[in-house]
Nanobody, 122 residues
Framework: QAPLQESGGGLVQAGGSLRLSCAVSGRTISTYATGWFRQGQGKEREFVAVIERRPGRTYYADSVKGRFTISKDNLKDMVYLQMNSLKPEDTAVYFC???????????????WGQGTQVTVSS
C-alpha cells in the first residue's frame, strides 16, 4: 500500500468546489506535517498548503489563501483540502506528501502520493 493516497479530484466549473482527501499510512507518528502540492501541465510542482500533525498549524500559498482550507483527522490518518471558488488556473494534478519539517519546499517531503487530477472549466 502506498504511504499516501489522494482522492476526490474531478471536473468542476469555475466558481465551484471540490474536496480532496489524502489517506496517510505507515510512520504516521513520525510525520510532522502533511502538505498539498500541485503541478499544472508544463509547469513546475508548486506548494499549495501544509498542516502540522499536532497541534495543527497551517500555511497557504498566496494564490489559494482564502479559497482553500487544509484540515486533518488524526484518528483516521486523513488530511483534506477543501477547495472553493475554483479558477481555471487551479487546474493541475494535486499531490499530498509528508515531511518531518515545517516547509513549503517540495524537496523537504519524503513520501508522495500518486496525485489526483483537478480540472476547472471556464
Amino acid at each position: 500500500q502506498a504511504p499516501l493516497q489522494e482522492s476526490g479530484g474531478g471536473l468542476v466549473q469555475a466558481g465551484g468546489s471540490l474536496r480532496l482527501s489524502c489517506a496517510v499510512s505507515g510512520r504516521t507518528i513520525s510525520t510532522y506535517a502533511t502538505g498539498w502540492f500541485r503541478q499544472g501541465q508544463g509547469k513546475e510542482r508548486e506548494f499549495v498548503a501544509v498542516i502540522e500533525r499536532r497541534p495543527g498549524r497551517t500555511y497557504y500559498a498566496d494564490s489559494v489563501k482564502g479559497r482553500f482550507t487544509i484540515s486533518k483527522d488524526n484518528l483516521k490518518d486523513m488530511v483534506y483540502l477543501q477547495m472553493n471558488s475554483l479558477k481555471p488556473e487551479d487546474t493541475a494534478v494535486y499531490f499530498c506528501a509528508r515531511t518531518n519539517l515545517w516547509s513549503v519546499d517540495a524537496g523537504a517531503y519524503s513520501d508522495w502520493g500518486q496525485g489526483t487530477q483537478v480540472t476547472v472549466s471556464s
